[in-house]
């Protein structure tokens, strides 16, 4: 069965201090790894898709990074706009059928 | 675009009574897909659909659920009879072949 941890689950962060989310995968036949962020009460919005191992993706003061058995999401100099649940999702295929599986989160919080 | 839309945002239901959600999705993409989302279990996915047709419901938790894609442009899922474990909320995402799916806002049930 497909698994995703997300750690931590909780982080607390000053603003300006630059930190890393993980997420750790056992998939068979890994497609794609997504980053979502989820603000309270709205639905996921969609930030990174990764491919392969040693794939990069940057917008803004993310950049999500992608390696055989993790994921790490990393926040420069965060902003208390960053605040939010940040989603990781992996995608197989298994027996013809698309899998996608989520992790639980890590909530973020930046303080001013 | 307006991105996928669902209705209605929040629903507070008997138990016993029928409930149903709707989702319209972005035009132009051919994967729609209805999740669930609680604090315990995070998102799972009940059911997608390609083209209109269904292709895996396994996630479908009981036959009290089911869902239904009569056109591109809108999907149903319905419980009858509803119960209070039901409660959650619940997203539409669509996506255009097997890239990332873009959520809705979800609605939120309450079954009491």
């Known amino acids: 069965e497909d698994q995703v941890t997300q750690s931590p689950e909780a982080l607390r962060l000053q603003e300006g201090e630059s930190s890393s989310l993980n997420c750790s995968y056992t998939?068979?036949?890994?497609?794609?790894l997504f980053w979502y962020r989820q603000d309270p009460g709205k639905g996921p919005e969609f930030l990174f898709t990764?491919?392969?191992a040693g794939e990069e993706k940057e917008k803004e003061r993310l950049k999500a990074t992608l390696t055989k058995k993790e994921s790490f999401l990393h926040i420069t100099a965060p902003k208390p706009e960053d605040s939010a649940t940040y989603l990781c999702?992996?995608?197989?295929?298994?027996?013809?059928?698309?899998?996608?599986?989520f992790g639980i989160g890590t909530k973020l919080q930046v303080i001013p | 675009d307006a991105g996928v839309i669902q209705s209605p945002r929040h629903e507070v239901t008997e138990m016993g009574q029928e409930v149903t959600l709707r989702c319209k999705p972005i035009?132009?993409?051919?994967?729609l897909f209805w999740y669930r989302q609680t604090m315990m279990r995070g998102l799972e996915l009940l059911i997608y659909?390609?083209?209109?047709?269904?292709?895996?419901d396994s996630g479908m938790p009981e036959d009290r659920f089911s869902a239904k894609m009569p056109n591109a442009s809108f999907s149903t899922l319905k419980i009858q009879p509803s119960e209070p474990r039901d409660s959650a909320v619940y997203f539409c995402?669509?996506?255009?072949?097997?890239?990332?799916?873009?959520f809705g806002q979800g609605t939120r049930l309450t079954v009491v």
């Open positions: 035009s132009g993409h051919d994967y």
């Open positions: 659909f390609n083209n209109n047709v269904p292709i895996d």
């Open positions: 990764l491919y392969s």
């Open positions: 995402a669509s996506s255009r072949g097997q890239g990332a799916a873009f």
């Open positions: 999702a992996v995608q197989a295929y298994s027996g013809g059928y698309q899998k996608v599986t």
């Open positions: 998939v068979s036949g890994l497609r794609g």
